[in-house]
């Protein structure tokens, strides 16, 4: 069977600094990958160069058998497939927490309206937070922007979801909900890639723990082995500073 | 507002004052005398040519804008240089060379082509505020577009927008809260610059007064009324504009 992702030999330049060295990287279908590692270390700008919102020098980016280069049509292909979330939510401000959930489904998709709320409301009612609907965003926590923000993503019925630090710009109580979410989404079998230095949820949903560091791929393994026995310095080290909190 | 309203009032007080002064001959313009409201009749008559001569302009403008500006905000610098080349460009042009240029210049052209077009005055005037105007509207939507933050087009973009869809769904509904003032304060701008048709025989508030002063002789008088006709038109504008940007804060702030 083919794999949900197949990266080769990645290479990702801003100006001088090479922000992404020689990555391999594969994704099965089903399987939820964390990435790890220390700011400036290529996490983001890796998953972002999978739904091209930054374009690779070198090298090869498949998913789903759709090979990604800078032909519109290939970006459309897998933008169709790939679902994103970021740190920070990036809900439409000026839309209603509906419109923001059906405007993707009836423009792009082509679903009525009423189509489009109905499922709008089927997801919200998946992420809790159905008598949401009618509100801006700014009239939301940040815990709920950010639910909003995964259910946008889920009206467009990726295949697989990418989560740029989802927790990252949530104060601490708002975390939970946001990573409940997630692991909901995981256990029903969404292939995903999730950026987060949340290492209980980690342990919790991921079946395959990734460390970057300076643009590379330094460790990559299952998460009982990677937390127990980090087998390189570098994570050893990024493990102790981070799980001492 | 009550500083205004109080510049206005010690204005007419002025005004008032200096009228019975000798230097004053309001008489041209009295409406109790026949000749005086006949005057006046021929002066206001230019609020309707001014007024409709902007409006066509700043609407000109602002699509003439948005053209311009759109693709001077591409990645791709070979889309992005025409558009800049056109603001530098027109931006350069004071406003009445340009009007002679569309005036008397464009027909010339026009006719080597084998287009045998009269560009009236009225017209004219509007080709050139228009166009001229087009380069300042352009760098308020680029402005208004480039203060929407990045992760929205990004956002917009992993839903599967396309770039038209982005703009129109996503962008420009939040820029147009910024854009709309100071495209307002551009209508002003316009409503002013309009005197110049008059240079090329648009019968409009400037025209008029001109025309007045050379069989009246007064133009002290006719020319401050000239002003005052302005003042109220720019007044009115910038009432709306306070409304309007009243109207949009409170949205904001939801």
Not at chain 1, 142 to 166: H, N, T, W, Y
Not at chain 2, 48 to 72: K, Y
Not at chain 2, 183 to 190: D, E, G, R, S, V
Request: charged residues 20%; aromatic residues 8%; proline residues 4%.
């Amino acid at each position: 069977m083919a794999k949900a992702i197949e990266i080769k030999r990645l290479n990702k330049w801003f100006g001088s600094y090479q922000a992404l060295k020689d990555i391999d990287l594969d994704v099965s279908h089903g399987e939820r990958i964390v990435i790890c590692g220390p700011s400036g270390s290529g996490k983001s700008t890796l998953i972002r160069c999978i739904n091209s919102l930054e374009h690779h020098d070198s090298g090869q980016i498949t998913v789903d058998n759709i090979e990604l280069n800078q032909n519109k049509a290939s970006i459309a292909a897998i933008g169709a497939e790939v679902g994103m979330v970021f740190q920070q939510f990036n809900l439409f401000p000026h839309l209603s927490v509906l419109q923001n959930l059906t405007l993707g489904p009836m423009k792009v998709r082509g679903l009525t309206k009423s189509e489009a709320e109905e499922r709008a409301m089927r997801i919200l009612e998946r992420v809790q937070i159905p008598e949401q609907a009618q509100k801006q965003p700014s009239e939301l926590s940040g815990g709920q922007q950010q639910r909003v923000a995964i259910a946008r993503s889920l009206c467009m019925e990726p295949k697989i979801m990418l989560f740029d630090e989802p927790t990252s710009a949530l104060d601490p109580e708002m975390i939970a909900e946001v990573l409940d979410v997630i692991v909901d989404l995981a256990e029903e079998g969404m292939t995903m890639i999730v950026v987060t230095h949340e290492m209980g949820f980690a342990r919790r949903a991921a079946d395959r723990m990734v460390f970057m560091d300076k643009g590379e791929i330094i460790e990559m393994g299952a998460p009982k082995d990677f937390f127990e026995a980090p087998k390189t310095v570098r994570c050893k080290t990024f493990l102790n500073q981070i799980l001492q909190h | 507002m009550q500083l205004r309203t109080f510049s206005i009032i010690s204005l007419c007080l002025l005004l008032a004052g200096c009228s019975s002064g000798g230097a004053w001959g309001w008489y041209v313009i009295d409406p109790t005398t026949q000749q005086g409201y006949n005057n006046i009749r021929f002066l206001l008559n230019g609020f309707g040519s001014t007024i409709l001569l902007s409006i066509i302009a700043a609407v000109l403008s602002m699509c003439l804008g948005l053209i311009v500006a759109l693709p001077g905000m591409s990645h791709n610098r070979w889309v992005r240089l025409p558009s800049r080349i056109y603001i530098e460009f027109i931006r350069a042009i004071p406003l009445l060379p340009m009007l002679f240029w569309v005036f008397y210049g464009l027909p010339v052209i026009l006719k080597s082509m084998g287009i045998n077009a009269n560009i009236d005055a009225f017209w004219g005037a509007i080709i050139t505020l228009a166009i001229s105007d087009s380069a300042f509207t352009a760098e308020i939507y680029r402005s208004g577009i480039q203060s929407i933050n990045k992760g929205q087009t990004e956002a917009a973009k992993t839903i599967g927008l396309n770039y038209s869809q982005t703009m129109r769904y996503v962008i420009l509904p939040q820029a147009i809260k910024r854009i709309l003032p100071p495209l307002a304060n551009q209508f002003i701008y316009i409503v002013k610059m309009s005197a110049f048709a008059s240079v090329i025989g648009m019968q409009e508030l400037t025209r008029r007064a001109n025309e007045l002063v050379v069989t009246e002789y007064r133009p002290l008088e006719i020319y401050t009324l000239l002003i005052l006709e302005y003042l109220v038109l720019v007044l009115i504008i910038s009432f709306g504009v306070r409304w309007l940007e009243r109207k949009m804060g409170a949205d904001e702030s939801k």
